[in-house]
């Protein structure tokens, strides 16, 4: 069984400042990770995700997330947030293995971006 | 890129009555759809895998006949509330996925369906 923890439901900053959604996770076997965004009424988008590689992932509108194996973490950080960038914000994780790869995700963070 | 569409986005129904709801593929071929729940606040919870042409596997837990899931085609996946009361009311969402590897395999989301159960 897999599980995501995201470790705050809201994350409240201004304009320009940088930020950091933390996700942890727990597996037994190896996982593939996801960040999601859903803007308001909108359907999930990818932003990025990791599969194996660079622990450094680079994804959509200036995010990145770094995978830590021992501490089971899967962080998403931008330099420089905009207002546009509220949204909530979902961490997921996949197992390896199998014809569909099914995910498991966090309660999401909800990142508001205030001027 | 990958465009996934539900329908309706919206709908209310009256308790004991059935809601059809659609999820197309508008410009991919989904050999793969998947269906969620989301409830206010809340994390999306799988309900169900649909493959092209066979049976849903449902999770644990979800009623196999109340929540039918029809998945005739390559591009169209329908789910069926059938005979819905106020606690199904939901944020219903699916998501379509290619087949092939997991460094390929994305899974693309449809807005949701917001039901409403009276």
């Known amino acids: 069984a897999q599980s995501v923890t995201q470790l705050d439901s809201q994350v409240p900053v201004f304009e320009e400042a940088p930020v950091e959604l933390r996700c942890n996770y727990s597996?037994?076997?190896?996982?593939?990770l996801f960040w999601y965004v859903q803007y308001p009424n909108q359907g999930l988008q990818l932003l990025l995700k990791y599969l194996s590689g660079s622990t450094l992932v680079k994804g959509i509108n200036g995010f990145e997330a770094e995978f830590n194996k021992s501490q089971t973490s899967f962080h998403l950080r931008k330099p420089s947030v905009h207002i546009s960038d509220t949204a909530e914000y979902f961490c997921?994780?996949?197992?390896?293995?199998?014809?569909?790869?099914?995910?498991?995700f966090g309660k999401g963070t909800l990142l508001t971006v205030n001027p | 890129g990958a465009v996934v569409s539900q329908h309706p986005s919206w709908v209310i129904c009256k308790s004991g009555t059935s809601v059809k709801i659609e999820c197309r593929s508008l410009?991919?071929?989904?050999?793969?759809m998947f269906w969620y729940r989301q409830f206010p606040k809340q994390s999306l919870m799988l309900m169900a895998t649909s493959n092209e042409g066979s049976k849903a596997t449902y999770e644990q837990g979800v009623e196999k006949d109340k929540f039918l899931i029809n998945h005739a085609s390559l591009t169209l996946s329908t789910l069926t509330v059938t005979s819905a009361h106020p606690e199904d009311s939901s944020f219903y969402i699916c998501?379509?996925?290619?087949?092939?590897?997991?460094?390929?395999?994305?899974?693309?989301f449809g807005p949701g369906t917001r039901l409403t159960v009276l």
């Open positions: 410009d991919f071929q989904a050999t793969t």
């Open positions: 597996s037994s076997v190896s996982v593939y």
């Open positions: 998501s379509a996925t290619t087949r092939g590897s997991v460094s390929t395999d994305t899974q693309y």
């Open positions: 997921a994780v996949s197992s390896s293995g199998g014809s569909n790869y099914k995910l498991t």
